[in-house]
């Protein structure tokens, strides 16, 4: 006779052990997601309003590197990146604005292609401000989001100089 103890003695069998642990993991995984949402990321209409306004100031700043470029063909070649990445911060502030729709703002024109660098340097570093000034009333990714762009914009305005 065989000296091995029977199934019952030997306690759980490895598939029991592997479904048990799916179905504990499962279970931690609906608990970590489930957690209501952090007061911070609610948006209050003044806080929705604010962002929308920021929306404007970065199409504002998209248009004026567009402005900039075709008073000085050479500048703009020069920051053709930079606008690019005006673009994509600019779909990102929209992506996070409930209710933000495109409008084509007017930037003004720059005097001329000798002037048009240092149009465009302030222009960005309006926006720049004007992106840190709201991050304040903001929390939560908004406010990271706006104090990211507007470091980037004063990365930007630093290119410029």
Known sequence: MSSLPSPAARGFSRRTLLA???AGLA????????????ERERVTGAQADE??????????LVA????AGAADPGLAGEV??????????????????????PSSPSPGTPPSPAEARAW????VATAATSHATAC???????AALLGSISAGL????GRLA
């Not at 962002?51 to 199409?59: A, M, R, S």
């Not at 004026?64 to 402005?67: F, G, M, R």
């Open 120 to 123: 465009l340097r302030d222009q």
């Open 27 to 38: 279970v931690v995984a609906v608990g970590c997601t489930s957690a209501p949402p952090d």
């Open 80 to 101: 053709a990146d930079l606008a690019a990445q005006a673009g994509e911060q600019l779909e990102r502030l929209r992506d996070a604005a409930p209710g933000a729709t």
């Open 136 to 142: 304040v009333n903001q929390s939560g990714a908004r």
């Open 51 to 60: 962002l929308l306004g920021q929306v404007g100031v970065q199409e504002t």
């Open 20 to 22: 048990a642990s799916a």
């Open 64 to 67: 004026a590197y567009t402005a």
């Open 154 to 157: 004063r990365g930007q305005d």
